[in-house]
């Protein structure tokens, strides 16, 4: 309209608080990414081992299905401790992985391919809001699968059970939630340093998977070779097993040999060095213009 006119106003709508305006890119990218009915029909699969554990704590207290089953009275059918929700979590970071997978490297690829990063950070949208949005795109998503259903079961099994179980066994929910966000933290800091540093979607995926697999198989070279666990330091997914295993206080889930077991000293600060140096990567990538030599 002319300027000369005057019959213009300023915006007297409600405004977003400061604190919550990052949560503005996740919910437009969920709606982009639910209108895909492969990923919304995957993303109901991820539900599925927690049902069926839901389920197998329920025959648990079921004399009825306990009878059939030939089982006494006590939980021998399935036996719900920490390696029953260690083997939960385990089955549910495969599925998480592959969430990541399909959302990760085209969060912020597609912002620097089309250089839409600049009309982010004119508006009064920092780049640490920008990169804690693109975060919780996979923070929430995978935490819905994750450390949310297993906390749900730990109090189904809780209420079934009783409350002196619950006091007893309260260390297995901290380590459901602290193994799941390191989990999702490690994945979600990975795909989106990936998707900042390779614009192209498909070789983006692909580095995602080399980052898991191309060290794994280095790492067992160096341990086979000069029988060090020291070679595990190189594989993420070895990382993140330590350390789920020593908070479910399990020795070894896997049944590895113990020359290959590394110290959960050294598997926190492996996690955390990756963590850091995504950080790092993305603060040198996002930024509001781009210098070409």
Not at 108 to 120: G, H
Not at 222 to 246: E, H, K, P
Request: some cysteine.
């Amino acid at each position: 309209m002319a300027v000369y006119e005057h019959t213009y106003g300023p915006y007297a709508g409600p405004l977003t608080p400061t604190w919550s305006r990052f949560l503005i890119i996740p919910r437009h990218a969920y709606r982009d990414v639910f209108k895909s009915k492969l990923f919304t029909a995957f993303f109901a699969v991820c539900f599925v081992p927690a049902l069926i554990a839901a389920v197998l704590i329920y025959l648990n207290h079921n004399l009825e299905a306990l009878t059939i089953f030939k089982a006494r009275v006590g939980g021998d059918l399935i036996p719900v401790n920490s390696y029953f929700f260690r083997i939960l979590l385990y089955v549910q970071s495969v599925l998480s992985f592959w969430l990541t997978v399909f959302v990760g490297p085209a969060l912020v690829s597609r912002d620097l391919s089309n250089n839409a990063l600049p009309l982010y950070l004119c508006r009064p949208f920092s780049r640490a809001e920008y990169v804690t949005g693109k975060l919780s795109v996979i923070l929430i998503l995978l935490s819905a699968v994750t450390w949310a259903p297993g906390l749900l079961l730990f109090g189904f099994q809780s209420y079934l059970e009783g409350a002196g179980w619950m006091a007893e066994n309260l260390w297995i929910a901290k380590a459901v939630v602290v193994t799941s966000v390191m989990l999702i933290m490690t994945l979600a800091l990975l795909a989106v340093t990936l998707s900042a540093w390779i614009k192209w979607r498909l070789a983006a995926s692909a580095a995602l998977f080399g980052v898991f697999m191309i060290p794994s198989v280095f790492g067992l070279m160096v341990a086979g070779l000069f029988r060090t666990w020291m070679g595990n330091l190189l594989d993420i997914g070895m990382l993140l097993q330590t350390v789920g295993d020593s908070l479910f206080r399990q020795p070894n889930t896997f049944g590895l040999d113990d020359w290959l077991e590394m110290p959960v000293g050294a598997a926190w600060a492996g996690l955390l060095s990756i963590c850091a140096f995504c950080l790092f990567l993305l603060t040198r990538k996002v930024r509001a213009y781009e210098v070409v030599k």
